[in-house]
Nanobody
Framework: QVQLVESGGGLVQPGGSLRLSCAASGSIFRLIDMGWYRQALGKQRELVAT???????NYDDSVKGRFTISRDNAKNTVYLQMNSLKPEDTAVYYC??????????????WGQGTQVTVSS
C-alpha cells in the first residue's frame, strides 16, 4: 500500500501565495515522478507541474513563472510553491506519484486532494 498525504491548501487573496506539500509513504521501492494536477469545478483534471527523480520539471503554461515544484527525495515529499495566485487557479489540487513498489512493478497513485481558493 502507498499513501499520498497532502497539506497546505486554503483561501488566499489574488496575488497571494500558498505552498502545498505531499508526502508519499508505504511500500515504495523507487519514486519516478511526483507532481501536481488540479481540477476546477466543472472541468477536467489538468497537469500543473511534475518533477522526475533526475530533477527534470514540466509545467503547464498557465503557471510558468508563478509556480515552482521541488522535491525532497530523502523524505519522498514534493512541494508546490504557488505565487501571484489568480482566481483562475482555484481548484482542488491533487498530488500524483508514479513509483515502483518492487524492482519490476510500478503504478500511479493519487492523493485525496486539497482545495485552493483564490478570492478577495
Amino acid at each position: 500500500q502507498v499513501q499520498l498525504v497532502e497539506s497546505g491548501g486554503g483561501l488566499v487573496q489574488p496575488g497571494g501565495s500558498l505552498r502545498l506539500s505531499c508526502a508519499a509513504s508505504g511500500s515504495i521501492f523507487r519514486l519516478i515522478d511526483m507532481g501536481w494536477y488540479r481540477q476546477a469545478l466543472g472541468k477536467q483534471r489538468e497537469l500543473v507541474a511534475t518533477r522526475n527523480s533526475g530533477g527534470g520539471t514540466n509545467y503547464d503554461d498557465s503557471v510558468k513563472g508563478r509556480f515552482t515544484i521541488s522535491r525532497d527525495n530523502a523524505k519522498n515529499t514534493v512541494y508546490l510553491q504557488m505565487n501571484s495566485l489568480k482566481p483562475e487557479d482555484t481548484a482542488v489540487y491533487y498530488c500524483y506519484a508514479r513509483l515502483y513498489t518492487t524492482t519490476t512493478e510500478w503504478n500511479d497513485y493519487w492523493g485525496q486532494g486539497t482545495q485552493v481558493t483564490v478570492s478577495s
